[in-house]
């Protein structure tokens, strides 16, 4: 970049160097497939969450007497209101349908190991901020569904020891969900993409400092790294196309196929709907709470679900690069994985009547444990499996260079202790 | 990674099968203006007596083309901006049914099945054996046979009844979300747009990515 405006700049702010840092000249593996989007995708949709938000606030009412009524006053009355409404409430949907795929991209090629273990955890506080975020929004449009759905999840902080009654009612603001509920949800849900924002700037700074992972898991020698900018600016806009174009079909076609038909109904705290459901991204883990007998192992089952994924860089203790691309058996753990969680899915939608419903769930939710904590024996064990077979070259290579590092850190390590002796 | 898709693709369909259980009739509800027309006639002569649409203002139907001198006769003192509410007062209601008849601006979406909930129920009315009415798909509810369909054993006079009952769904519909034909004209625009910009998008990809040997 020159011209007089652009040194104008640069002498008082680095510019040139920042675009050059983190864009034309970032290097990036040339070989990331089209399962690499989704991050930018995120961003993307966390724009336009943002975005279509902020004007629907313009409109909306943070009342309990008038919520109901302001939706559909955007909906009826507001020029284009039904398409910004729209577009964020099947927004929340594509949100955690890209960070699913995020993550499940992140797991099956083992981008959550050394040195991306930062990277993977300021990624778990995005999903947890992104559930919480989620979750108040949707108290929002103060139906059935909204009211409902906020009265179970508040109550089930009771399970805190001592203060658990106390911690309820300071979450609600009153005894029950009410008008208190609604504004304070409405002002954390107007905060929070904000602290969002914050936190994905960190994972970019983690991102730029240990750089992409990739599909081989091998380290790329530098003549296999382009620039981010022009090649991953121009797939991932090619991308973001595709995926608009899936959006739209929601946001035009079947706008009403992700709103639960009990939340056209206003909240009425006198009747119980007779089947409260999440929306659909919390389904498995609904389900994890509902099938362990107990309330207070319900929650903390649930909890401990979703926070499983920070403890993979301490329970993969394979040191074969690649995740499941070199490594069979961790590629069939991965799919029974997402099987175990289509099946938590669908027991959570499900009323809990039926006796093998519940059966059925109770089983998914073992094993859904279970396929982390199996992690470290089978990882290990595939390991010397995968060793004595053979591996590719380049990877043999890459293992013994690592070990090699990672002696000469201890021994470093070791001397230093030793001078200050 | 493509087994994924097709493990979540065979997840989803399963979903969708299980998602019905009650077996309704399906109907195709009319989007046209005279339809929605017939539809909010039929619904005026009724269902106003006991329901409100307050999401829906006189003037609305004025835009679906009803005539302004109906219009007027059905609003009498009141402005066209005022939302259309139900002749009968809550209280008779109460003494009557012991609750109020819901609100059926957003009635088309507020139930399992949508349209096709409404339709069934509204020709669900049979004759119990004691002579008053059941319904199929409710059946404590308490509101009255609306149209008659219970005690019309002639074949001409049933699928008359079952017009109306489809002309009245078919507004209750549009009621419930009065921009969807709006929403799907602009939406054949937006994906003829979007496709076109994913074919150049990927011809640029192509492009860039052909300076690499």
Aim: charged share 20%.
């Amino acid at each position: 970049m020159s011209g007089p405006i652009i040194n104008w700049i640069d002498k008082r702010f680095p510019l040139t160097s920042f675009v050059k840092h983190e864009l034309t000249d970032y290097p990036t593996p040339r070989n990331l497939s089209y399962w690499w989007n989704f991050g930018f995708l995120a961003g993307i949709v966390l724009v336009m969450q943002v975005a279509t938000g902020i004007f629907l606030a313009m409109h909306y009412k943070a009342d309990a007497s008038l919520a109901f009524d302001s939706i559909q006053h955007i909906m009826r009355e507001v020029n284009y209101g039904w398409l910004l409404r729209y577009m964020h409430a099947v927004g929340a949907s594509a949100f955690f349908f890209v960070i699913f795929v995020h993550m499940a991209r992140t797991l099956y090629y083992g981008s959550f190991r050394a040195p991306r273990e930062l990277l993977w955890w300021t990624g778990q506080g995005l999903l947890l901020m992104l559930m919480a975020t989620a979750f108040m929004g949707y108290l929002l449009p103060w139906g059935q569904m909204s009211f409902w759905g906020a009265t179970v999840i508040t109550n089930l902080f009771k399970v805190t020891p001592f203060i658990g009654d106390d911690i309820v009612i300071w979450l609600r603001g009153d005894y029950s969900v009410g008008d208190d509920t609604l504004t304070r949800f409405f002002s954390l849900h107007y905060l929070f993409p904000f602290l969002i924002i914050g936190a994905v700037i960190v994972h970019l700074v983690a991102l730029h400092t240990v750089k992409s992972s990739n599909p081989s898991g091998i380290d790329l020698k530098a003549k296999d790294n382009i620039p981010f900018h022009p090649y991953f600016t121009a797939k991932d806009l090619y991308g973001l196309g595709i995926f608009l174009i899936v959006y739209s079909v929601f946001v035009f076609f079947m706008p009403n196929s992700l709103i639960e038909p009990a939340n056209n109904v206003p909240a009425n705290p006198m009747v119980t709907p007779n089947h409260i459901v999440p929306e659909w991204y919390f389904l498995p883990f609904y389900a994890i709470l509902r099938s362990v007998p107990n309330m207070f192992g319900g929650v903390v089952a649930m909890a401990l679900a979703v926070m499983m994924f920070a403890f993979m860089p301490f329970l993969d203790r394979s040191r074969i690069p690649g995740g499941a691309r070199y490594r069979p058996i961790y590629r069939i753990q991965f799919y029974l994985f997402l099987l175990d969680m289509l099946v938590l899915g669908y027991v959570g939608y499900k009323p809990p009547t039926n006796p093998s419903i519940v059966v059925v769930g109770q089983v998914a939710t073992f094993c859904y444990f279970a396929s982390f904590f199996v992690v470290p024996f089978v990882s290990k064990m595939e390991e010397s499996w995968l060793i004595k077979r053979g591996l590719p070259q380049g990877i043999m290579e890459l293992m013994e260079r690592e070990k090699r590092d990672l002696e000469e850190r201890k021994q470093e390590h070791r001397r230093r202790k030793g001078d200050t002796v | 990674m493509s087994t994924l898709l097709k493990v979540m693709l065979l997840g989803l369909l399963s979903m969708s099968a299980y998602a019905e259980e009650a077996k309704l009739e399906k109907i195709e509800v009319a989007t046209d203006k005279p339809a929605l027309a017939r539809g909010a006639e039929d619904w005026m002569n009724n269902c106003h007596s006991c329901h409100t649409m307050k999401y829906v203002k006189y003037r609305d139907l004025l835009n679906l083309g009803i005539d302004k001198a109906k219009v007027d006769g059905w609003r009498g003192e009141a402005s066209l901006d005022t939302p259309v509410i139900a002749q009968m007062s809550e209280a008779d209601d109460m003494a009557t049914f012991a609750r109020v008849p819901p609100d059926l601006s957003l009635m088309a979406q507020a139930r399992d099945g949508g349209p096709n909930y409404m339709y069934s129920y509204l020709i669900g009315y049979y004759l119990k054996p004691d002579g008053t009415a059941g319904n199929h798909v409710f059946p404590e509810t308490k509101m009255p046979d609306p149209l008659g369909i219970s005690s019309a054993s002639d074949a001409a006079q049933r699928s008359e009844i079952k017009k109306t009952a489809g002309s009245i769904t078919s507004f209750l519909t549009w009621a419930a979300d009065p921009h969807a034909g709006e929403r799907t004209k602009l939406g054949n625009y937006v994906m003829v747009y979007l496709v076109l910009l994913s074919g150049l998008l990927y011809l640029v990809k192509k492009q860039i990515w052909s300076r690499l040997k």
